[in-house]
């Protein structure tokens, strides 16, 4: 839900979603998977500080995780990049 919300541009509504997956506790990987969506939605409300320490919390969870260059804007991935250089 919090994906459909923040592809609706509905930030706030994916916020909660994300707050409530994360509470409902997951596997490691579905916790990267929630850290790099709240990434994701501070990069689109121009929170960029923020986007990168998501980014370096959801590789903390999974290494492997990535943000494609083929479905996010290019300032996106370099946002993730630098999570991963800092990482």
Request: with cysteine; aromatic share 6%; glycine share 6%.
């Amino acid at each position: 839900r919090a994906v459909a919300a923040f592809g609706q541009g509905r930030y706030d509504m994916a916020r909660r979603e994300l707050d409530e997956a994360e509470a409902a506790g997951s596997s490691p990987k579905m916790k990267a998977r929630i850290f790099r969506q709240r990434g994701l939605v501070h990069d689109a409300v121009e929170e960029r500080g923020e986007a990168v320490a998501a980014f370096m919390r959801a590789l903390s969870f999974d290494p492997d995780i990535e943000v494609s260059p083929r479905e996010h804007r290019a300032d996106t991935v370099r946002l993730f990049d630098c999570a991963q250089r800092l990482t």
